[in-house]
């Protein structure tokens, strides 16, 4: 059984920054995909990053990419979110999912994830 811990979240103005983190159980993050979703109220849990399985190069939301940065440390069985230069829009519960098996057509579906977090708020407010 995949358990997934994030943390990280608060509140922050606009134009600042904050980390995520997405604790996984023991090497998760070796043999799935591991993607961060969030979700605003009133809308539909909305892809932001992920890495495949097997694949260091994150793949990126349009409406996040230059702005945020998904890393992972397989020792630690963590992966990261940099967010920067942080938006109101930004603001939403911030999850993180995972999956042995997904296709690269399938990572922006959240309904192809087996796994998630409890998932942590994020504020941006002035």
């Known amino acids: 059984q995949v358990q997934l811990v994030e943390s990280g979240g608060g509140l922050v103005p606009p134009g600042d920054s904050l980390r995520l983190s997405c604790k996984a159980s023991?090497?998760?993050?070796?043999?799935?995909?591991v993607a961060w979703f969030r979700q605003a109220p009133g809308s539909e849990r909305e892809f932001v990053a992920a890495?495949?399985?097997?694949?260091?190069?994150?793949i990126y939301a349009n409406s996040v990419k230059g702005r945020f940065d998904m890393s992972k440390d397989n020792a630690k069985d963590t992966v990261y979110l940099q967010m920067n230069s942080l938006k109101t829009e930004d603001t939403a519960v911030y999850y993180c999912?995972?999956?042995?098996?997904?296709?690269?057509?399938?990572?922006?579906?959240?309904?192809?994830?087996?796994?998630w977090g409890q998932g942590t708020q994020v504020t941006v407010a002035s």
């Open positions: 023991s090497r998760t993050i070796n043999t799935h995909t």
């Open positions: 999912a995972a999956d042995c098996c997904l296709i690269t057509s399938s990572l922006g579906i959240p309904t192809q994830y087996d796994y």
């Open positions: 890495f495949k399985r097997g694949n260091s190069n994150p």
